[in-house]
């Protein structure tokens, strides 16, 4: 619509309301019945494909999540299991919420690692989910691709991070949805599933 | 003596199981169709034993809910009237169902019962009395709660009360003029006749102008979408802001019972209340000749169950202006109110006169 158009004085039809109302009425009564019948339909089982609404019954049932949506964060581990994060203060710095606490150590074993975290704690009531911290990493230790979205506690100290948990976190599982190495998403077999029971 | 309270008590239970009964399923069917004209699947999440039928126990959740919360007051709140005011409201929405007749009179052991709970001779303007009453149930609750949003709240409520009030007399008088009664009753009855011998002489097709204005003055009289400036929840704070628990629950009951009645008085003055096309006392008259007797309880049945679907028909359909059109602002409230919907049913009541005079 042109932006003009909506000062223009009304029209005697359009003043009627009643022409206007009844389009409106047909309009949402049309998806009403639309929408009623498909429903019976499906219970009854005679139809399986077609669906009355456009939700997904989330606890049961979940959406496919983009590749490079930030999620829970997990650290990456060197070849021999140790953490990759050179503890370089880095990510704590950017962090605009301040949630990243990082305490460093240092690695005399491996004498070409200078640093390591002793403890990597990230307080997950206070952060924003930015991805900063991903970006500043200059060692790719940090990464927020685990897929779990479904973060609560009942104690404030129950949101914080600690390293051995992230450590031990895994990329995105197939519980939300399989991707190929391109980042495509491959399988969504549970969107064919009967979303009616 | 005994036998003729025993009756009344009878149609006294099933009118308020019919009324309440839709009252509280209302709460349902506004989740569900809501849901299916948006395309979602509305609230089906409330189970016992892990049976959820569609949802249909959202309704007793929302009872217990209500129940089991604290019915807080505030501390400078007028205690009487805060506490009555709910009351006030809730039973002035459902006395006027008294005069409501839901069906024709049915024989029990050489007894006539009249399907009405009241046969009242002054019906419509009883009907219109109690209305008029129901604006103080709102405006008692939301002085009372000393709150100055809810004051606000109701006296918007009280402005579109009051001015509707009027529209809403002056939409049916048309059709009182055909009707030349006020008993409810009787104009029921009056509609069971037939123009030209095979159109039903309902008052939708004697006054269609008054229809479309009394069922618009009826939905602003029960404060809903599209015309909810007196509660606007979400937006602009409503009259029962400091009631919680049951003292809500009984304004947002009283919005459906509204509905309800509504509906019911739409029915029976509009829509020939409990009469099946062609049906007479004795059973079908089809026009074209035939005849199919019927026994008189199975007459009453038919007309109960024609009243009833016609009451579910007008509730769907004010649920569907309800989930499709948006708020009236305050001032196009009023300008409807005074400026479009009064000056129509005056020209209304004019041309109706008119005819009458040159049909005589």
């Given at each position: 619509m042109n932006i003009h158009d909506k000062y223009k004085p009304l029209t005697f039809w359009e003043k009627l309301y009643l022409p206007a109302i009844i389009s409106g009425l047909w309009l949402t009564s049309m998806h009403f019945f639309r929408n009623l019948t498909l429903h019976i339909l499906r219970a009854l089982r005679l139809r399986k494909t077609a669906d009355g609404a456009v939700t997904i019954q989330y606890p049961e049932f979940l959406r496919p999540l983009f590749p490079r949506l930030r999620t829970m964060h997990r650290l990456t581990k060197r070849d021999d299991g140790t953490p990759r994060c050179v503890a370089c203060m880095m990510c704590e710095t950017v962090c605009p919420a301040k949630c990243i606490y990082i305490i460093a150590d240092e690695k005399l074993e491996n004498p070409e690692i200078e640093k390591m975290p002793e403890s990597f704690d990230i307080d997950l009531g206070l952060c924003?989910?930015?991805?900063y911290c991903v970006e500043a990493c200059p060692v790719d230790a940090?990464?927020?691709?685990?897929?779990?979205?479904?973060i609560s506690n009942l104690t404030r100290k129950g949101m914080v991070l600690d390293m051995e948990t992230m450590l031990n976190l895994e990329p995105m599982q197939d519980r939300y949805v399989k991707y190929t190495k391109e980042g495509e998403i491959v399988s969504q077999e549970y969107l064919k599933q009967d979303l009616s029971k | 003596m005994v036998e003729g309270i025993g009756i009344v008590l009878l149609k006294l239970a099933f009118v308020l199981l019919f009324v309440l009964n839709f009252g509280g399923l209302l709460t349902w069917v506004e989740r569900k169709q809501s849901a299916l004209m948006q395309d979602r699947i509305g609230a089906n999440r409330a189970s016992i034993f892990g049976i959820r039928l569609i949802g249909l126990f959202h309704t007793i959740a929302d009872a217990v809910k209500m129940f089991t919360k604290e019915s807080f007051r505030p501390v400078a709140a007028e205690k009487f009237l805060f506490t009555i005011g709910p009351g006030i409201s809730v039973f002035f929405a459902l006395v006027g169902f008294a005069v409501i007749p839901f069906g024709d009179v049915l024989i029990i052991g050489g007894k006539e019962i009249n399907l009405q709970l009241a046969p009242l001779n002054i019906g419509v303007l009883y009907l219109f009395a109690v209305a008029g009453m129901a604006v103080y149930g709102v405006v008692l609750g939301a002085w009372a709660s000393k709150n100055n949003f809810a004051l606000l709240g109701g006296l918007r409520a009280s402005a579109q009360m009051i001015s509707y009030e009027v529209a809403l007399g002056v939409t049916i008088i048309g059709s009182l003029m055909i009707y030349q009664t006020v008993e409810l009753q009787e104009i029921v009855r009056w509609q069971g006749g037939t123009l030209w011998g095979w159109l039903p002489k309902w008052g939708v097709l004697m006054q269609p102008v008054g229809f479309i204005l009394f069922l618009t003055v009826g939905i602003a009289q029960s404060k809903r979408v599209p015309f909810d400036a007196p509660e606007g929840e979400s937006e602009i704070i409503g009259y029962f802001l400091e009631y919680s628990g049951m003292g809500f629950g009984m304004y947002m009951l009283t919005d459906f019972v509204e509905t309800v009645m509504i509906s019911a008085i739409t029915v029976t003055l509009f829509?020939?209340?409990?009469q099946v096309p062609y049906l007479m006392a004795d059973g079908f008259h089809f026009p074209w000749g035939a005849t199919w007797q019927l026994e008189n309880w199975a007459v009453a049945l038919l007309q109960v169950g024609s009243f009833t679907l016609k009451v579910m028909f007008f509730l769907w359909l004010q649920m569907t202006i309800r989930w499709t059109l948006p708020r009236f602002r305050y001032d196009q409230i009023m300008r409807l109110g005074w400026k479009y919907i009064l000056p129509i049913s005056l020209v209304n009541i004019l041309i109706t006169g008119l005819i009458i005079t040159l049909l005589k």
């Open positions: 924003i989910f930015c991805g940090i990464r927020m691709d685990t897929g779990i979205l479904e | 829509l020939g209340g409990w």
